[in-house]
């Protein structure tokens, strides 16, 4: 039977920064004997608003399983948008990949528009992939076998090995829980700190555990006059019914939305 894990180049592994697409990572360098053909590369995409711990990680997969890691992030040139190439001391930590998009695009993200999710981690792989004279290449993601209606819209288009392999949450959580270290976020958080796709109820966790994180996303809101949802109240009412200890709840329409942009398992 094949190794769904033993990949073909020229191919992009995407690491989300996430304990799902890490463990899929450490299959495949398995599947390799500890070492990826020249071909094969590993890619991680930063939006500037990832969660600390999940740069932290990524910088520790690279360390621990001596893997090289390409740190992507997005960058707006006169005319065009193009990428840079960084590492875990030059990467972005306040918002400022994020911010060029915006000003680009002279609008908010939202849930039907998520050019966030392209711009700042599909189409900068792509380029990267371009750069490097690739046209034809497989992308690897770290779907997992109890995500199917995620793995329905990537097969044909993209490699699935923990899908195909049968991998579930619990799995995933058990391996990490063997390891000496791991991503430290709580499970089902999601890596982007307070993704606009996230329901309401982590919003709020969130908030109240990092202060200070809602000051980017309602900075953004001010600047300009419109919400990232417009189907809830904005960044500034949720912090202040935080800071009143109030709850909100906007019952099934704010379950969270499944997203390119990572997992935290």
């Keep these: ?69 390409v740190w992507l992030e997005y960058r707006w040139q006169p005319g065009r948008n193009s990428f840079a190439i960084v590492n875990p001391e030059t990467s972005s930590r306040n918002g400022e990949p994020f911010n060029m998009l915006i000003r680009a695009k002279k609008m908010l993200p939202n849930p039907v528009m998520r050019f966030c999710t392209q711009e700042l981690k599909i189409k900068i792989m792509e380029r990267y992939a371009a750069s490097i004279g690739w046209d034809d290449y497989t992308n690897v993601v770290g779907l997992r076998a109890d995500e199917p209606s995620r793995v329905a819209r990537m097969r044909g288009t993209h490699a699935v090995p923990l899908a195909v392999a049968g991998i579930t949450k619990p799995d995933v959580l058990a391996f990490w829980k063997e390891q000496d270290f ?84």
């Excluded at 360098?29 to 990826?36: F, I, P």
């Excluded at 990832?50 to 360390?63: H, K, Y």
């Excluded at 555990?209 to 189907?231: L, N």
């Design 1 to 69: 039977m094949t190794d769904p894990f033993k990949i073909e180049g020229p191919a992009l592994i995407s690491f989300s920064g996430g304990r799902t697409s890490g463990y899929m990572l450490w299959r495949i360098l398995q599947a390799h004997g500890g070492t990826l053909p020249d071909d094969v590369k590993v890619t991680f995409a930063n939006t500037g608003k990832e969660m600390p711990q999940t740069l932290d990680f990524v910088a520790l997969v690279g360390g621990r399983w001596n893997v090289e890691i």
């Design 182 to 265: 791991d991503l430290a976020i709580a499970p089902g958080q999601g890596n982007c700190d307070l993704c606009f796709l996230k329901s309401a109820a982590t919003i709020q966790a969130i908030m109240r555990d990092v202060p200070g994180v809602a000051q980017w996303w309602i900075g953004q809101e001010a600047a300009r006059g419109s919400t990232f949802r417009s189907d809830r109240p904005s960044y500034a009412s949720m912090q202040r019914a935080v800071d009143e200890q109030r709850t909100f709840d906007f019952g099934d329409r704010d379950q969270i939305i499944d997203c390119f942009c990572g997992d935290a398992a």
